[in-house]
């Protein structure tokens, strides 16, 4: 069992940085891969980026390549999203999840999943 506790969330204008965090129990964390999602009201959840447990390889979604870094501290249990640039459209609750598996960009992959937090983005 994994439980993830997202933090980092809040309201920012557009242009504007955040950078979330997504804390882990457990001591398999550097065992998994991660990802984060996305979700606005109304709207499915979507993949936004995920990282190989050791950290050696990303992918983005193409709405967040080259705005978003996604990255990872396993001594700290932890992974991060770096969020630039932000734009209106970003706005949604974003997820952390964990799975065994690499690439995977479906929410059904993802075995285990956080609480989520609010970015909201102004215009």
């Known amino acids: 069992q994994v439980q993830l506790v997202e933090s980092g969330g809040g309201l920012v204008q557009a242009g504007g940085s955040l950078r979330l965090s997504c804390a882990a129990s457990?001591?398999?964390?550097?065992?998994?891969?991660m990802g984060w999602f996305r979700q606005a009201p109304g709207k499915e959840r979507e993949f936004v980026a995920t990282i190989r447990s050791s950290g050696g390889s990303t992918y983005y979604a193409d709405s967040v390549k080259g705005r978003f870094t996604i990255s990872r501290d396993n001594a700290k249990n932890t992974v991060y999203l770096q969020m630039n640039s932000l734009k209106p459209e970003d706005t949604a609750a974003y997820y952390c999840?964990?799975?065994?598996?690499?690439?995977?960009?479906?929410?059904?992959?993802?075995?285990?999943w956080g609480q989520g937090t609010q970015v909201t983005v102004s215009s």
């Open positions: 457990g001591r398999t964390f550097s065992k998994y891969a």
């Open positions: 999840a964990s799975t065994m598996g690499w690439v995977l960009v479906r929410p059904e992959e993802y075995a285990y």
